[in-house]
């Protein structure tokens, strides 16, 4: 991975990424990472098969004091009845994802003693049954319980620190997190279709909560010997996603949308995480382009949590292939963790028989996964490989996060338009208005990442964010600023 | 005062500009605007909400409807006061405690204000005593919302608070809630989309004008 140095916003030095690490679509390939990972008990990911990643969560319930046992006890059947599948079906591996839920990020001690109730159990079936595994702990990230949302301070924030800060002793082996920054403002921008709002919130203030909070998750990793795996941009693409299939913004919104949220989820790997990916950031193709770190992604196994268009082409080039998460409801056949476990398990088999043949076998595959979705809706026409690859080399071409975020939009526009003009992307007619207003707002975005601030500190969203929490100086003047930011 | 093309037009695109030139003239011509609220401008929210629910509309579109729509109520606010006109209801909205979704919880409010409700909108996380402070206040109805199912069994509390309430309306929506889910907690309805609220509560406060 190609480095230089440069210097955050916020006056931290760091190291951003200067070239794609994937150019060639030929070593693009689901299993196989530029730099993979090692991580848990004998786990390696992206080194040539692809590893099933289970999440699991309560069913509807409440969680207090009060019924804690009885949360602690569907937590040990969800992850007791996934591991003795994982043995039967023989997978080559197991990741699993505890995502705390916000009442767990509130009470650290919940959230830790979870983890070390997985953990035990992770470690109990590698001792009798040598099957591979780790686990990886995701606090949910509860900074937005304040309104505007209080990011670099405060009890949400302590709390998080402190499951950082106890998760390896806990037995966690990797840290993801989806987080939050920027998500005030792009809620608001989603549902006005306003890409400005976008870039701001992805692009500006995402970006710089992302550099913030991942050297802090990267530097607790790092004491504690376990593996900074990656964010996600699930509050913002993904939103714009299920709004999408739910019919209430356009389709190319959310695939631009998509796009326009690599610059910041790259953030993560620019301050020290290694992958994998989380598995809901469905913007994990361009890390793996980029960043060559390993990839978790989910599509069609995800569906008992959320629909989605892009259920195929999704697993195209993915590391882990996850359900992103399931409740503890019983199904015909069993609980439905271990269901989901075992739908991975045989997609992972395939997956990893076609890697095992030649490179054509993979190749075939990856191509088949792509072309069953991207001809139907430009949220999936954007996660092919090929197009992947072409955009990630656009994004590149710029320096900062704020101007690459301006490529990504631009970029995605131009591929969704030419696809459609190709016949290579099926649009709804009504969308075609809309992929031409994104183009005309794409066309006024400033240069600079100041000018931005200034319109969106003097817009309607003013209130809606503080600007300190991001680093930025509301004592200087623009002109300060940008002679605080230049080289970037 | 018939319906004013122009001016259903004007919102209906989200013109706001237009919308407030064309309110400007009418209140200059002396026209009633109790009538132009209710059979031009209330009437254009409803169209959208309506194209919105039979999915050739999106949720910009709304929005920038309900911009165009605030613009006009705000140049005839001050006369609908002083000729007393009182909204449909007051009623309350909120997404329950320990959950902070509000996408489509906003949107339900700004669907509500222009329909014409007074909407107080309680913000993220809100316990059980929030909402009864609202009603209170004067809220006749009780909106909530949650996105998580560990956040919507929270609903059944605030169902309980108000089960000695026949006169406070509790509706909830969420993408988790079901129908079913609300018969069993005691509410009173379950809207399932942003439109849903307006067709709900319209029926319980035909006859009842707002506290």
Redesign the interface.
Known sequence: MMRFAAEWPNGKVEQMIQHCAVNDLAEFRFGHALHPVRCGRDLSIGTGTVIPEINF???????DKGNWGTVRSHYEEMIQGVLERSVRLRVPGLLVEFET???MTSNPDWALEITRLIADRLDEFYIRHRLRSALRLTPNDTR??Q?PPRLRGGIHWDNMMEIFTKSAGAGADLIGIESTGGKEIC?EA????DLHGIVFALGVLGARDMAFLWTYIVSACRRGGIIPSGDTACGFAN?AMV?AE?????SVLAAVVRVASVPRSLVAYEVGAVGPSKDCAYEGPYMKAIAGVPISMEGRTSACAHLSPVGNVSQAVCDCWSNESV?NVQLLSGKAPTVSLEQLAYDCRLLNTAGSESGQGSARLRNWLADSDSALDPQAYVLRPDVVLRISREIMKEKTSYRRTVAAVRAAIDEISNAHRAGRVEIED?EIL?LEDMKRQADTLPATEDELIGAMNGGPLADTFIPEEYGMDVSKTPEETEACTKGI | MAKDEALFDAIRNGNRKLTEEIVRKLVAEEADVTEMLEASMIPAMRDVGDRFSRNEAYVPELLVAARAMQTGLAVIEPLLTAAGHEPIARVCIGTVKGDLHDIGKNLVAMMLKGAGYRVDDLGVDCGTDMFKRAVDEGAQAVLCSALLTTTMPFMESIAEAFRDRPDVKVIIGGAPITAEFCDRIGADAFGSDANDAVKILDPMFAESPAS
Not at chain 1, 190 to 193: H, K, M, S
Not at chain 1, 246 to 250: A, E, L, N, Q
């Open positions: 969560t309560l069913p509807p319930m409440t969680v839920l916000p009442d937005e319980f309104r809620d989603l549902v006005l279709a939103t709004l739910k019919k209430m913004i356009p409740q009504r809309w």
